[in-house]
């Protein structure tokens, strides 16, 4: 009797110990978003390409990079710097994929007052349209600019949605523009 006794408040106050440190393991971090921009593009895939698939030059097209320094090339690994409104972030290129006329590349440093998020991989891709048009289509995976569980509003999920949401359609745009002489 005794010992039942002891076990049941010395269970009791343990138990209660380990549902309060378990709670905060079970609080959900960040997820990963997605979004994506599509363009069709009267010009021939391998012309659109020979503008996208320069890693260095997205500074030519792309209207919200006002500039980019490079080093690199377009091997895996080569890093650029964009300049934006509101400052500046790294990209390292992953993957050029010539054939598929594909270019993959993550944010290696991040800021967020230039853009709401922590992290990002993209695609850019060139596809065939047929009729001597083309596909361009930017998207991406990312995570908003404040990983814990409560962001501010300016770094929250839906901040970074509509951040990179507007940087892929201006990009598509830009690239849409420039590869048909506008």
């Known amino acids: 009797m005794i010992f039942a006794a002891l076990c049941r ?3 009791l106050p343990a138990l209660g110990l380990l549902l309060a440190l378990a709670a905060p393991a079970q609080a959900h971090g960040p997820t990963p978003q997605k979004a994506e921009a599509k363009a069709a593009v009267a ?5 659109v390409w020979k503008i996208a698939g320069d890693f260095a030059g997205i500074g030519a097209w792309h ?5 980019v320094k490079a080093k690199g090339g377009n091997a895996a690994g080569a890093e650029r710097v964009l300049v934006l409104e509101k400052g500046e972030i790294t990209d390292g290129l992953d ?9 993959s590349w993550r944010l290696n440093t991040e800021n967020v007052e230039a853009m709401p998020v922590s992290f990002y991989t993209i695609t850019l891709s060139v596809s065939d349209a047929g009729g001597g048009k083309s596909e361009v289509v930017m998207a991406g ?3 908003r600019g404040d990983t814990s569980n409560f962001p501010p509003d300016e770094l929250n999920d839906e901040a970074a949605v509509a951040a990179m949401t507007a940087f892929f359609e201006a990009g598509v745009n830009g690239l849409k523009a420039k590869a048909e002489g506008k």
């Open 141 to 143: 995976r990312f995570y």
């Open 63 to 67: 209207p919200m990079v006002k500039a």
């Open 43 to 47: 010009a021939a895939p391998d012309a």
């Open 95 to 103: 993957d050029v994929d010539t054939a598929q006329r594909s270019l």
């Open 9 to 11: 408040h010395a269970v």
